[in-house]
């Protein structure tokens, strides 16, 4: 998939707009392939692409579909799915979802027992709880977060 990992290129050069068409082509033929794998790690760095270039209802879109199709498919991926969308979560300033996303991650990656990805799970959720501290009281709700 020499498409998908131009698009990651661009995304890391801060070139959004020619990533996602790369990454829109790596997508469809990761679907014409039947290939479940391919398809949801190319929807989360097409997500990433969107989420860069400023489109965040895309790319919100994309990440749910990634965890959907990852809880369904393919559950080794989830981990992955859920890391991408917390991040996008605490961006957009959704604090309470993302916590729960990434403290669900964090538990998936510890099973695995891949320090590397327990290390980049917990470094999110030092930012979480910070970004929760600055808001001070009340300006972050406790609730339960949903699922998705």
Request: a negative charge.
């Amino acid at each position: 998939m020499t498409a998908r990992w131009i698009g990651i290129g661009l995304v890391s050069l801060g070139d959004h707009h020619d990533a996602q068409a790369f990454l829109r082509q790596a997508l469809g033929l990761a679907t014409t392939c039947g290939d479940s794998r391919a398809v949801i790690a190319t929807q989360l760095n097409l997500g990433d692409a969107y989420r860069y270039g400023g489109d965040t209802e895309t790319a919100d879109a994309l990440y749910r579909g990634a965890l959907d199709a990852a809880r369904i498919r393919r559950p080794e991926l989830v981990d992955f799915a859920l890391q991408h969308f917390g991040k996008h979560l605490m961006e957009q300033g959704d604090l309470v979802v993302a916590r729960a996303r990434l403290e669900e991650a964090l538990r998936l990656r510890m099973a695995k027992g891949d320090p590397e990805l327990i290390e980049s799970t917990q470094a999110a959720l030092d930012r979480v709880a910070l970004l929760i501290g600055q808001a001070g009281p009340g300006a972050v709700g406790d609730a339960e977060a949903p699922r998705s």
